[in-house]
């Protein structure tokens, strides 16, 4: 049985919003973001503020999406930012090639390799790492609030009146109910490997023994996931999907607040093409302090 991300309803405006406008804002403002290159703070910082806001008016419990939080703040901190300082990857070309002063040199030494050389921290590396994390939780923000207010009964049919075909609808809907499905299983057989006196929290010996140990917890997990997709290819043969065109038992209609909010998504968006191509703004940038 499929299952979803944890949805409350709640009496907030961003709830009330029909759940086609929530993703044309989010397609609008990461399309705004990401297809000019906008990699200048000075425009990330007031989407990222946007969205902040948008994201506290949604109103979502902590209990319900700490674990999202870890996840997100481990990547864009521990991957997305220190990669960024490390290396420069990822952006542009005098970030990737920065020959600036360096504030530290981090010896790298691997004499079995023959490796003897240095990574460089700089000011420019420095910042572009910061401007990274404020891209990254900007779409963490845009797309987190998305499962955890949205009904899941209405994530095909809002994608099935944005245009998308019938089939595509299904798999999105599927694709959102996929990662709280499989946590489920997996809380579901730790739970049963530990009543049988299996040792979950405390795996010990070396990387391949605690690989092998992981067996009792991987197998049940992909077998389970293996039939509970057989079960959803048999239900959709049964009530003969793609033979012809759905119907779908669930309708959605527009209201004044959601133009407004599709306006305004789309008016953000069209700025800052505007801002990138018109006027050349949004180009890495560094505030005149740090470069040394």
């Known amino acids: 049985m499929l299952v979803s991300w944890k949805y409350r309803p709640r009496d907030t405006f961003y709830q009330r919003l029909d759940p086609r406008a929530r993703l044309i804002f989010l397609f609008f403002i990461l399309f705004g973001v990401t297809i000019p290159s906008i990699w200048d703070i000075r425009l990330l910082l007031p989407v990222f503020v946007l969205t902040l806001i948008l994201y506290f008016m949604a109103r979502i419990e902590w209990q319900d999406i700490k674990r999202a939080w870890i996840f997100i703040i481990i990547l864009v901190v521990f991957i997305v930012g220190i990669n960024g300082v490390l290396s420069g990857r990822g952006g542009p070309t005098a970030v990737v090639h920065d020959t600036s002063t360096p504030l530290y040199s981090l010896p790298i030494v691997i004499p079995w390799l023959n490796i003897d050389t240095a990574i460089n921290i700089t000011r420019l590396r420095l910042f572009f790492g910061l401007t990274q994390m404020v891209r990254m939780l900007t779409m963490a923000l845009l797309a987190l609030p998305i499962p955890y207010t949205m009904d899941p009964s209405v994530y095909g049919i809002s994608f099935r009146r944005l245009g998308v075909s019938d089939n595509i609808s299904f798999t999105l809907d ?33 990387l391949f023994e605690k690989i092998r140990r992981l067996a009792p917890l991987v197998i049940p997990v992909t077998m389970q996931s293996t039939i509970t997709g057989e079960e959803v290819i048999d239900a959709m043969n049964m009530r003969a999907f793609g033979t012809a065109k759905r119907t779908w038992i669930t309708s959605l209609k527009y209201n004044r607040a959601d133009f407004v909010f599709i306006a305004f998504s789309a008016a953000v968006m069209i700025s800052l093409m505007i801002i990138r191509w018109g006027f050349g703004i949004g180009e890495f940038w560094i505030p005149p302090a740090w470069v040394q």
Do not use: M, Y
């Not at 959102?176 to 929290?201: H, K």
């Open 174 to 206: 599927l694709a959102f109910r996929f990662l709280p499905t499989l946590t489920r299983d997996l809380g579901i057989t730790i739970d049963a490997q530990r009543s049988r006196g299996f040792e979950v929290d405390e795996l010990k010996g070396g």
